[in-house]
């Protein structure tokens, strides 16, 4: 059963005073406001981020598609209704885009289903070719893959991104309608270099990359890389994501071939935040069955004075690492859970990574440690990354985690920052709770 500060959380977000521009939108929209128990409410479509609610209140707030009049109101079912909806990115008119069912990214305008065969068609890639002809054994490990199949692999990849990739203009909302299992399978939606976007009610599925590329010099042994998380958050600010569920449904790693002696990873991130992005909250969302989850800056360089996030109600379940990986920003997790129980073969190395200076607040969140786990590797760093913060409890129990990790690490983690955290609407002062809580109150289908 939900606490009672959560239901006091979604009964204010769901009896929040909306403007008299929102108001006449809705109505234009044909979209009914008044609720006979909550009396005059913002629908589902036409919430907006509440005051205080994490670094994305920040300012002008996040406020989405909220002014989108019925012209740029949409509901959209296949993949060819919600590119159109979608129009142009650089087009800044508000719209509201309401994603009914799942919407399979892999689809041409017809809605005939695309296979990895279908974008290698005409390129002349073949995964066979391209193995023989970068074997370490032959080709060496010094350098990036070059000629025939590697400009081959590189032009079914761009064939891919072209259906795959859904870029979002600013003052954009996309919501699931409830009840539908609204969400989209093998796409990425790209917020890139825009202003003001939520996203709210999917489930984000199956986000493959039919071309990953060798490279030999990452890291000792090389590694498969793959392109297109699931959200991808690149130079873009006022950001909301809540109640969204992330998953490698259905093909998980575990499934993944080896070659080369390495694994053929084709899923990169969950929800990334780099490139200089700027005021994000991420809420009430489940991560589960993934690996690199979360990743905050996309380099030691990424930017300086952004990079600021909230993190707070989330669950994290089956994730290997980044949860997240935070880089250069401000970054507040608090009343988070982590339940680091292997799940469908992914077995979590580490929980939060702060990095290059990272400035990161953990307050209250639970950790659920299996029988064997050691606490010193919920955390991990490079030596220049800070985390404050406490009331955390592992297995119920207050645990200093900075002092566990410190103890067995020879890169310490910092224990002070320099920011206090005060965009903090919904905080519960108790991680005590969440374990129950959040396992009914987070993720998809859960908003009405």
């Known amino acids: ?6 239901r006091r959380s979604l009964r204010a977000r769901r009896t929040a005073v909306v403007s008299a521009a929102a108001v006449a939108a809705v109505v234009g929209a044909g979209v009914v406001v008044l609720n006979a128990n909550a009396g005059t409410t913002a629908d589902l479509y036409h919430q907006t981020l509440a005051a205080k609610d994490g670094w994305a209140s920040s300012g002008t707030g996040t406020t989405g598609g909220t002014k989108a009049d019925a012209a740029h109101t949409f509901t959209v079912s296949t993949r060819a209704q919600l590119v159109k909806a979608l129009g142009s ?4 008119t508000p719209r509201i885009i309401k994603v009914s069912g799942p919407i399979d990214a892999n689809t041409d305008a017809a ?7 279908d974008y290698a068609s005409g390129t002349g890639y073949s995964l066979t070719s391209y193995v023989k002809a970068y074997d370490p054994a032959t080709y060496g490990r010094s350098k990036l893959p070059s000629g025939t199949q590697e400009t081959a692999r590189a032009a079914a990849q761009d064939r891919q991104a072209k259906n795959v990739v859904l870029r979002v203009p600013a003052n954009t909302s996309i919501v699931g309608v409830p009840g539908t299992k609204a969400g989209i399978t093998g796409g990425m939606l790209q917020i890139q270099n825009v202003d003001n976007v939520i996203v709210r009610n999917l489930t984000f599925a ?3 990359d039919c071309f990953p590329q060798w490279d030999p010099t990452d890291g000792d042994d090389g590694n498969w890389n793959s392109e297109y998380d699931s959200v991808t958050l690149r130079g873009a600010s006022h950001v909301w994501a809540d109640h969204n569920t992330f998953t ?5 790693d575990s499934a993944n071939p080896t070659y080369y002696g390495r694994e053929y990873q084709i899923h990169d991130g969950a929800l990334d935040i780099t490139k200089g992005s700027d005021l994000v909250t991420v809420e009430r969302n489940q991560f589960t069955n993934h690996d690199k989850t979360m990743l905050i800056g996309s380099s030691d360089t990424d930017s300086t004075g952004k990079l600021r996030v909230s993190i707070h109600h ?5 994730i290997v690492q980044r949860a997240p990986l935070a880089r250069l920003g401000q970054i507040h997790l608090y009343n988070n859970v982590y339940d680091t129980t292997t799940l469908n073969g992914y077995a979590p190395q580490y929980s939060i990574n702060s990095r290059a200076g990272a400035q990161v607040v953990a307050q209250n969140n639970y950790w659920r440690l299996p029988t064997g786990g050691k606490v010193a590797k919920l955390l991990s760093g490079d030596g220049t990354g800070s985390v404050a913060g406490s009331g955390n409890l592992v297995n119920g129990t207050a645990t200093d985690l900075v002092a566990a990790c410190n103890a067995a690490a020879s890169k310490k983690i910092k224990t002070s920052v320099n920011w206090t955290p005060t965009l903090t609407a919904g905080l519960e002062t108790s991680a005590k709770n969440l374990l129950t809580e959040l396992a009914s109150t987070t993720g998809a289908g859960v908003l009405s």
């Open 1 to 6: 059963m939900a606490s009672a500060s959560h």
């Open 89 to 92: 990115a650089s087009d800044t």
């Open 111 to 117: 809605g005939k289903k695309l296979t990895c065969a």
């Open 206 to 208: 199956a986000t493959e």
């Open 248 to 252: 490698d449904a259905a093909h998980f």
């Open 314 to 318: 989330n669950v994290w379940k089956g």
